[in-house]
């Protein structure tokens, strides 16, 4: 008798993730995609740049976390902080919801150990929330370390 009642609720919870990812097919999604990036600043040992998250799926998105590390070049840290929010520190993600169409701007701060020449190679992690309970959006972004940036 347990076993016919669990089987028969094994089935109904098949049968609803099923639906949900045919809802999920027919009304659409969120897709956090990435826009361009920016050097705002950069010296020997650390670089400041921005980069936009753009939501240009059809449904809203939640962003959870954006996570950076770097994969090539001197060693150091990567902190990533949603651009205009009142984070506790730097590095800090708030969490923010991202209508269709809708961007944000994440700002991305690499600090080297020590003093190194660039460029570096970094990975930028989106965590995103949709219909869809989690998806890594990633990218990688190659940054000059001591080469005086350009005004925007």
Same mark, same amino acid.
């Given at each position: 008798?347990?076993? /016919? ?13 099923? /639906?949900?990812? &045919?809802?999920?097919? &027919? ?13 705002? %600043? ?7 740049? +921005?980069? +936009?998250?753009?939501?240009? /799926? ?12 770097? +994969?090539? %070049? ?43 020449? %660039? ?8 965590? +995103? ?5 989690? &998806? ?9 370390? %001591?080469?005086?940036?350009?005004? &925007?």
């Amino acid at each position: 008798m347990i076993r /016919g009642l669990l089987g028969a609720a094994g089935m109904a919870g098949a049968a609803a993730t099923a /639906g949900w990812f &045919v809802l999920a097919r &027919v009304q659409g999604d969120s897709e956090i995609g990435f826009g361009p990036s920016t050097i705002i %600043g950069t010296d020997e040992g650390s670089v400041h740049a +921005e980069i +936009e998250l753009i939501n240009r /799926g059809r449904e809203a998105g939640v962003i959870r976390k954006v996570e950076g590390t770097l +994969e090539e %070049g001197p060693p150091g840290r990567v902190l990533v902080t949603r651009k205009d929010s009142q984070p506790p520190q730097r590095g800090w993600w708030v969490s923010n919801i991202l209508k269709p169409g809708e961007s944000c701007i994440a700002e991305i701060d690499v600090e080297l150990v020590g003093p190194g020449t %660039g460029p570096v190679i970094i990975s930028v992690d989106v965590h +995103e929330i949709g219909r869809r309970l989690l &998806v890594h959006r990633r990218t990688r972004l190659t940054l000059p370390i %001591g080469v005086p940036a350009t005004p &925007v």
